[in-house]
């Protein structure tokens, strides 16, 4: 029920102090000032206003002389008085609070039944350094940053587009984050848009503790098929590439990073660094990784098959194994895996000066000393090794531990019914990945189903000026399209 502003500073403030609990939390500040010969009061949280604009503001209220509020005087105070751009008007005490609790400051003067809201708020925020996790040897450093009005700007600075749009959310009702929904207006399919909006529209919970993450769970509903059905970027080129295709971007405040929808695949698959680089070097690099990706599956299970295959051809002998174990193949390469996960989780918790150290002592030394006791073979040692490589290449953090995941299903497959496992889990794999879907579209598409122009596409890496269409499965409209990395 809405909560109606009294024309009287002194009933308002005692709601606005019973519903805050002022005097209870230190960081809700009232400042009693005189405007017009009137009392009034700003309401504000301590660290989230600029000083200097603020202090601009009550100079220029406290030099109203009397009678200058009188017919009409809010909005000549809002007209004529107020140095700032950023001012709106709330005839709504809750909503006043609300807009309070998300950094602006509230004006209230007495015998006015309105509240002026003056959005004067600052934001702690790290400054802008280039993501970790998607480097480039060219190309902008910029990265987004936990403000997500400063991460709209950065994608705004590189489409100068008026149907570009930026729809606020808000989401949680307690913590009502800030969620902003980013589109090309004459791109973007309008049915996908609706379709984002509703789902977020739909979030009925408190809040949303770990941002981004946690609105990703509620919308796309991921809880037993580990594959990402959202691209996360904290490269703003790389966002307004995607938005220029007709993907949608989903920011969130408090979070470094933007939700891409719909995705594919593929999507997960490439790098801005091929868009860097020239058309053949970005095709090479492009089939270098995949390739990786594919070796990060099959080298394990297709060597412990062959292996074990009887009459193996004798120009496959120099497969090995060369030397004998304690340790069954099958339970070593389960113990590498599992040791692998075990060095990157401890490498993200220690700190930098120690990770190099911790790197070598759990990759080399344990490695080393295992082979020469006798736990492990060199075999075992090369091809976990491989497996790390084209794990640590997969360009998306999320997609490689879900490949891991289903790595593990072949590799336990294999094990136990050699081929026949192997082809099994492998056609299983096909499936899941076949019937997933991002947002209503195949996650194998373009090839299933088949489309085989934008299947050359993904295989190369087309100079720009010959990318002259849009993915029509995403809703693309027209125009040139700028790929993404």
């Given amino acids: 029920m809405a909560a109606a502003i009294d024309k009287s500073l002194e009933r308002n403030l005692e709601q606005i102090k019973t519903k805050l609990g002022v005097g209870v939390t230190f960081d809700v500040l009232i400042r009693e000032i005189c405007i017009g010969e009137r009392d009034a009061a700003m309401v504000f949280i301590d660290g989230f206003i600029k000083d200097r604009e603020t202090v601009a503001i009550m100079r220029a209220l406290m030099q109203i002389s009397?009678?200058?509020?009188?017919?009409?005087?809010?909005?000549?105070?809002?007209?004529?008085?107020?140095?700032?751009?950023?001012?709106?008007?709330?005839?709504?005490?809750?909503?006043?609070?609300?807009?309070?609790?998300?950094?602006?400051?509230?004006?209230?003067?007495?015998?006015?039944?309105?509240?002026?809201?003056?959005?004067?708020?600052?934001?702690?925020?790290?400054?802008?350094?280039?993501?970790?996790?998607?480097?480039?040897?060219?190309?902008?450093?910029?990265?987004?940053?936990?403000?997500?009005?400063?991460?709209?700007?950065?994608?705004?600075?590189?489409?100068?587009?008026?149907?570009l749009r930026f729809e606020a959310l808000q989401v949680g009702q307690r913590s009502k984050t800030d969620v902003f929904i980013g589109y090309i207006e004459d791109i973007a399919d309008p049915s996908l848009v609706a379709e984002v909006k509703q789902r977020i529209s739909k979030i009925n919970r408190d809040a949303l503790p770990m941002g981004g993450k946690n609105l990703e769970e509620y919308i796309l509903g991921t809880a037993i098929n580990p594959l990402p059905v959202t691209r996360y970027t904290e490269r703003p080129d790389v966002a307004a590439a995607h938005m220029l295709e007709g993907h949608v971007c989903i920011f969130v405040d408090t979070s470094p990073f933007a939700m891409i929808v719909p995705v594919t695949f593929w999507h997960f698959t490439q790098h801005a660094e091929e868009y860097?680089?020239?058309?053949?070097?970005?095709?090479?690099?492009?089939?270098?990784?995949?390739?990786?990706?594919?070796?990060?599956?099959?080298?394990?299970?297709?060597?412990?098959?062959?292996?074990?295959?009887?009459?193996?051809?004798?120009?496959?002998?120099?497969?090995?194994?060369?030397?004998?174990?304690?340790?069954?193949?099958?339970?070593?390469?389960?113990?590498?895996?599992?040791?692998?996960?075990?060095?990157r989780m401890a490498l993200v918790h220690t700190p930098s000066a120690l990770a190099t150290s911790l790197g070598i002592v759990g990759a080399i030394l344990l490695g080393d000393l295992a082979v020469t006791v006798g736990i492990f073979i060199p075999e075992t040692i090369l091809y976990i090794a491989v497996v790390?490589?084209?794990?640590?290449?997969?360009?998306?953090?999320?997609?490689?531990?879900?490949?891991?995941?289903?790595?593990?299903?072949?590799?336990?497959?294999?094990?136990?019914?050699?081929?026949i496992g192997l082809g099994a889990s492998l056609v299983v794999c096909f499936l899941v990945f076949g019937l997933t879907k991002s947002f209503g579209l195949p996650y194998l598409w373009p090839l299933v189903p088949f489309n085989g122009p934008a299947l050359l596409r993904i295989i190369f890496r087309y100079p720009i000026p010959k990318i002259t269409m849009r993915p029509k499965a995403i809703g693309g409209k027209r125009d040139r399209d700028t790929r993404r990395g």
Avoid: C
Wanted: glycine share 6%; no cysteine; charged share 20%.
């Fill in 66 to 163: 009397r009678g200058e509020l009188g017919v009409n005087g809010l909005d000549k105070l809002i007209r004529r008085y107020l140095p700032y751009f950023e001012v709106e008007q709330a005839n709504d005490l809750d909503e006043a609070i609300d807009q309070l609790l998300a950094g602006p400051l509230l004006l209230l003067i007495d015998g006015i039944d309105s509240v002026i809201v003056i959005d004067v708020r600052e934001y702690p925020v790290r400054s802008i350094e280039e993501p970790d996790l998607e480097r480039v040897t060219r190309g902008s450093r910029e990265g987004f940053v936990e403000t997500a009005l400063f991460n709209v700007n950065m994608v705004r600075r590189r489409i100068r587009d008026p149907k």
């Fill in 276 to 343: 860097f680089q020239n058309p053949p070097v970005g095709t090479y690099l492009r089939w270098v990784r995949t390739m990786g990706i594919i070796l990060s599956m099959l080298i394990v299970p297709v060597w412990y098959a062959l292996v074990h295959t009887p009459n193996l051809p004798s120009w496959l002998d120099w497969l090995g194994p060369k030397e004998q174990s304690v340790v069954p193949i099958w339970l070593q390469f389960l113990i590498l895996e599992f040791g692998l996960d075990l060095i």
């Fill in 388 to 419: 790390a490589i084209g794990t640590f290449g997969t360009p998306s953090l999320e997609f490689a531990l879900a490949l891991r995941l289903f790595r593990f299903f072949i590799l336990v497959s294999t094990f136990l019914f050699n081929w």
